[in-house]
T-cell receptor
């Protein structure tokens, strides 16, 4: 069966520090991968999606970036965090022949 | 363009009462529709999905939803609420497999003992 992992689970970082969040998927090949953010009490905001290694599409221009160095690995990064980057970050995958997405457990990021 | 609306950002029901969470969508063609549940500090979990088969879809935890094309609705119901149903519920729509999933703003369900 398929499993999706995210780490770390929680992170507290000062403003201006770098960020790296990692997402990995097991049990499937060539998944589409997604990064979402949830601000406190808000809905889901799509940040990035990827249909293959090295293929990244950005939905919202901001100081975040994403990379997909391996088929089942998706990384979210920032060179300098802002207070507004605080939130709950969710990674999701979908199969190429399915329509629904499956979410990881999330990373709670607090920028201080 | 696709969009999803969820009437009521907060819904409260008594334990044992009917749960009804509303979802309306806009789409130029019959879309794929989903309901997800999110418990505090967790990721979203798929409850059920409609992909143009039966209009009444049964999901996990006793939930079901009915696709009504004429009303462009996909409301989520459960006959009897349980305390463990307290969570955030998201409706989502996807027009084709090539389109992105559009999520609604979510409805927070509280269950009163």
């Amino acid at each position: 069966s398929q499993t999706i992992h995210q780490w770390p689970a929680t992170l507290v970082q000062p403003v201006g520090s770098p960020l790296s969040l990692e997402c990995t998927v097991e049990g499937t090949s060539n998944p589409n991968l997604y990064w979402y953010r949830q601000a406190a009490g808000r809905g889901l905001q799509l940040l990035f999606y990827s249909v293959g290694i090295g293929q990244i599409s950005s939905e919202v221009p901001q100081n975040l970036s994403a990379s997909r160095p391996q088929d089942r690995q998706f990384i979210l990064s920032s060179k300098k965090l802002l207070l507004s980057d605080s939130g709950f970050y969710l990674c999701a995958w979908e199969g190429t022949s399915s329509y629904e997405q499956y979410f990881g457990p999330g990373t709670r990021l607090t920028v201080t | 363009a696709q969009s999803v609306t969820q009437l009521g950002s907060h819904v409260s029901v008594s334990e044992g009462a009917l749960v009804l969470l509303r979802c309306n969508y806009s789409s130029s063609v019959p879309p794929y529709l989903f309901w997800y549940v999110q418990y505090p500090n967790q990721g979203l979990q798929l409850l059920l999905k409609y992909t143009s088969a039966a209009t009444l879809v049964k999901g996990i935890n006793g939930f079901e939803a009915e696709f009504k094309k004429s009303e462009t609705s996909f409301h989520l119901t459960k006959p009897s609420a349980h305390m463990s149903d307290a969570a955030e519920y998201f409706c989502a729509v996807r027009q084709t497999s090539y389109d992105k999933v559009i999520f609604g703003p979510g409805t927070s369900l509280s269950v009163i003992p």
